[in-house]
């Protein structure tokens, strides 16, 4: 199995910035895809932002310009460095980790972190 633990969330003043980290262990074998997810009240999970295997990284409209996500392989760790935050960007954020695990045969594995609370403060 493969565990995710995220941290950094907490509470900004509108402007200013968090980092967020997703540590990952257990079974991994590779990892095709990193994404960032949130949820805000009464509202759907969204992607916020993902990084592929090959480096790609893709953002939702909303965030683009404000927030860069990354990553660490050797230590299978997932950053999203979030600067200019607005109110709307209020939410819990979920990472998430896709991939195949060790041993035969191979399986894939599609891993949730706990969730970490953001609030802006406008």
């Known amino acids: 199995q493969v565990q995710l633990v995220e941290s950094g969330g907490g509470l900004v003043q509108a402007g200013g910035s968090l980092r967020l980290s997703c540590a990952a262990s257990?079974?991994?074998?590779?990892?095709?895809?990193m994404g960032w997810y949130r949820q805000a009240p009464g509202k759907q999970r969204e992607l916020v932002a993902v990084?592929?295997?090959?480096?790609?990284?893709n953002y939702a409209d909303s965030v683009k310009g404000r927030f860069t996500i990354s990553r660490d392989y050797a230590k299978n760790t997932m950053y999203l460095q979030m600067n200019g935050l607005m109110a709307e960007d209020t939410a819990v954020y979920y990472c998430?980790?896709?991939?195949?695990?060790?041993?035969?045969?191979?399986?894939?594995?599609?891993?949730w972190g706990q969730g970490t609370l953001v609030t802006v403060s406008s």
């Open positions: 998430n980790f896709r991939g195949r695990s060790g041993g035969i045969p191979a399986r894939t594995y599609d891993a």
């Open positions: 257990g079974n991994i074998f590779s990892i095709n895809a």
């Open positions: 990084i592929l295997s090959g480096g790609t990284t």
